[in-house]
């Protein structure tokens, strides 16, 4: 594994302080906290680089509050986003839920239930790094979506890990952001669903995040990709306060870039958030916000050797 390229996702999303120039129409804009709930194994608290992590909830343990993880999945989706040294966006505050049993599965009634809890626990964005790929859709899972959606949460989730299938469950329902992965050249990962509902592909191959132990991993994924999503929603959150997670979510829809890769359903494109906080800028009238220029499409950042 010596001297393949190691992407650091800091690098991925800007880091801009969150002030945004008042709007005559946007009186709130002022610094605000974003939530950001990671629904999965649960996020290890204790480790020493995991940033704010706030007592969540554990759907199977009513005596758990999340910040146990039993896999260690969720605090690498977690790190991502908000490790102290490592994260793409380590303002947020991390609301831990966990639905996976100790092999890591889990069904979809909890998976629900859990995103009605994460609304009811002041989520902005709820971020789901898991999919069913090859499964039909669940009513039950369906309807929690749809009501986390209409309270305007952001709703970000991972394609899957085969290039055969279409996007899984929850990422393809129509109102959660389905997240690919490309990789360090800014092509799709060789294991990036491509087909079905697709809506972005981001930054999953080869991502030095945290584990359990308080330590660093480098992992890959759609798993690693959607949280680096989520971090760009929380960026724009930051930078104006007024907006809902719904209304980034659509900002980044709208702002994607060209894809650089070949696909058989070529519908998506790359993560650009420059471009989404320039709509955001001409949205409130310009932004006073120092957002330095950031390689969101093409070749991202390395670490040196």
């Known amino acids: 594994m010596d001297g393949l390229p190691v992407v650091v996702p800091r690098h991925e999303v800007p880091t801009a302080e969150p002030a945004a120039r008042p709007h005559p129409d946007r009186p709130s ?9 990671v629904i999965g194994s649960g996020v290890a608290a204790g480790h020493p680089d995991v940033g704010v992590v706030r007592p969540g909830l554990d759907m199977l343990n009513p005596c758990g509050d999340g910040r146990q993880d039993v896999t260690g999945h969720g605090t690498m989706v977690a790190g991502v986003m908000s490790s102290v040294t490592y994260g793409a966006s380590p303002r947020v505050e991390i609301l831990p839920v966990r639905i996976s049993l100790d092999n890591g599965r889990h069904v979809p009634w909890v998976s629900a239930a859990a995103v009605v809890s994460a609304v009811k626990h002041g989520a902005d964005i709820i971020n789901m790094s898991y999919a069913h790929q090859g499964r039909p859709p669940s009513l039950v899972e369906r309807a929690a979506i749809d009501y986390a959606a209409d309270q305007g949460v952001a709703l970000v989730a991972a394609a899957g890990n085969n290039p055969d299938l279409p996007a899984g469950y929850p990422a393809a329902y129509p109102e959660t ?15 990036a669903a491509r087909r079905g509902e697709v809506d972005v592909a981001a930054s999953g ?25 989520s971090a760009a929603i929380a960026q724009l959150l930051l930078i104006d306060p007024s907006l809902s997670g719904a209304q980034a979510v659509r900002l980044l829809r709208g702002s994607t870039g060209q894809p650089q890769y070949p696909s058989p359903e070529p519908r998506f494109g790359t993560l650009d958030v420059a471009a989404a906080l320039t709509a955001l800028c001409q949205a409130v009238g310009g932004c006073q916000a120092n957002t330095p220029e950031s390689p969101t499409t093409g070749a991202p950042p390395t670490l040196p050797r």
């Open 177 to 191: 952001l389905s997240v690919t992965s490309t990789n360090a050249d800014g092509d799709l990962s060789l294991f």
């Open 29 to 37: 804009t002022h610094p605000r906290t974003v939530r950001v709930a």
């Open 205 to 229: 191959s080869r991502v030095l995040t945290l584990w359990p132990d308080g330590s660093v991993r480098v992992a890959s994924g759609t798993s690693l990709a959607a949280p680096v999503v």
